[in-house]
């Protein structure tokens, strides 16, 4: 199991929303900024919010990021089939001194 | 434009060792933390180990603690990962990858080596 917990899979229209939970504890989400990568099959991750909410150069406002006490979630709106692709929330754990990944939301737009 | 270009992996019996390496282009090397990522075929992606721009901390996930050293040359711009006592288990594509300032967060990501543990 992940220490921090993702739904294994989430589905919308196109056009649509969605939001992808990241549940974890005090000691990661609820002490560190938390990040988000999209990763297609056969591709490198890519960065998609860094410190809870902000986005790197490139990346469109359709994707947003927050975080609340142990618990961080991302946001995509108007989605697209180009979209489709596994989510993973990630951050460091100050008691395990480690980096730690949620095990990952597969995205699938209908 | 940074780069980060992995070599190294490739098919190592149960027991045995590999070492990979990344070549870093684009930014100043000794300034940023490093770290290593792995994927498990069919697995979600797992963090391995850091490395502090200087070396002089290091850490590792629980699993691979006493088998793989993280280490740096920042005269060459190059990250390693040397891993012994290979076991099944750590078959992965591993990617390294660049830590900017102070918090956690993987900004850029090598082309992943695939790296096969297997008798």
């Known amino acids: 199991q992940s220490v921090l917990t993702q739904p294994p899979s989430v589905s919308a229209a196109p056009g649509h929303k969605v939001t992808i939970s990241c549940s974890g504890a005090?000691?990661?989400?609820?002490?560190?900024?938390v990040s988000w990568y999209q990763h297609l099959p056969g591709t490198v991750p890519k960065l998609l919010i860094y410190?809870?909410?902000k986005r790197p150069s490139g990346i469109p406002d359709r994707f947003s990021g927050s975080r609340s006490g142990t618990s961080a979630t991302l946001g995509i709106t108007g989605l697209q089939t180009g979209d489709e692709a596994d989510y993973y929330c990630?951050?460091?754990?100050?008691?395990?001194?480690?980096?730690?990944f949620g095990g990952g939301t597969k995205l699938t737009v209908l | 434009d940074v780069q980060l270009v992995e070599s190294g992996g490739g098919l190592v019996q149960p027991g045995g060792s590999l070492r990979l390496s990344c070549a870093a282009s684009?930014?100043?090397?000794?300034?940023?933390?490093m770290d290593w990522v792995r994927q498990a075929p069919g697995k979600g992606l797992e963090w391995v180990a850091k490395?502090?721009?200087?070396?002089?901390?290091?850490y590792y996930v629980d699993s691979v603690k006493g088998r793989f050293t993280i280490s740096r040359d920042n005269a060459k711009s190059s990250l390693s990962l040397q891993m012994n006592s290979l076991r099944a288990e750590d078959t992965a594509v591993y990617y390294c990858?660049?830590?900017?300032?102070?918090?956690?967060?993987?900004?850029?990501w090598g082309q992943g080596n695939l790296v096969t543990v297997s008798s």
């Open positions: 990858a660049r830590t900017p300032g102070n918090h956690w967060v993987l900004d850029y």
């Open positions: 684009g930014f100043i090397f000794s300034n940023y933390w």
């Open positions: 490395i502090k721009g200087d070396g002089s901390e290091k």
């Open positions: 005090s000691s990661n989400i609820g002490n560190n900024d």
């Open positions: 410190e809870n909410n």
């Open positions: 990630g951050t460091w754990d100050d008691s395990l001194a480690v980096g730690v």
